[in-house]
């Protein structure tokens, strides 16, 4: 399979769902406007995603549901459980960025515990650290209050968290998949096909 995302696009027969998150194909449906009072020359289009059975709503091909769209999709590469707390932030965050975040701080420690060796999210960071997750990345989740002297219990609704907070959150998620899993993938496959010269 692919890791190529795939973005949701007007009447594509294929895209990355907003919904579940998965490469699927998608059916389309005009709903017809005319006739009526309202007749506001607009066309109404449903996509339905053939994975999950949810649907997209467009109006002149633009897509206004769901709201989050515009938000990265989870990594192939992040783990089951990870993802689906991830997607969940997802779905919350137009209605509630300190709900979305506090979903998104659950989403981070079990990430970190899936790739480090203790419950403890500052051990743990400690350990990438010496596997070389960039130190920038540290200081990122320092400031989104992930360590430290400020930091927030994961799952806990915090007055402090805005919509930014939760957009930073949803990357930083997708940066340490990246850095973690997917570039060490792809140096394995590179080397792969190198002859050995020890
Ligand atoms: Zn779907």
Redesign the pocket.
């Known amino acids: 399979m692919s890791s190529e995302y795939t973005p949701p696009s007007f009447k594509e027969v294929g895209f990355h ?6 490469y ?1 194909h998608q059916n389309w449906f005009d709903v017809a406007l005319e006739g009526g009072p309202d007749d506001s020359g607009e066309t109404l289009s449903l996509g339905t ?6 649907f997209s709503l467009w109006i002149d091909g633009e897509m206004i549901y769901p709201p989050s769209a515009d938000l990265p999709l989870p990594r192939v590469e992040m783990p089951e459980g990870v993802r689906e707390v991830y997607l969940e932030a997802r779905r919350t965050l137009d209605a509630s960025p300190r709900a979305a975040s506090a979903l998104l701080r659950l989403a981070i420690r079990g990430l970190i515990s899936h790739l480090g060796e203790t419950d403890d999210v500052a051990e743990n960071l400690e350990y990438l650290n010496r596997r070389g997750l960039d130190e920038k990345i540290q200081i990122a989740l320092r400031r989104l209050r992930m360590v430290g002297e400020e930091a927030v219990e994961p799952g806990m609704i915090d007055s402090g968290d805005g919509e930014e907070t939760a957009r930073a959150l949803f990357e930083i998620l997708n940066l340490i998949v990246d850095a973690l899993l997917v570039q060490p993938r792809r140096v394995d496959e590179m080397l792969g096909k190198l002859p050995d010269r020890e």
Request: aromatic share 0%; proline share 8%; charged share 25%.
């Open positions: 769902c907003p919904h579940c998150g998965v699927a995603c053939e994975k999950c059975g949810r």
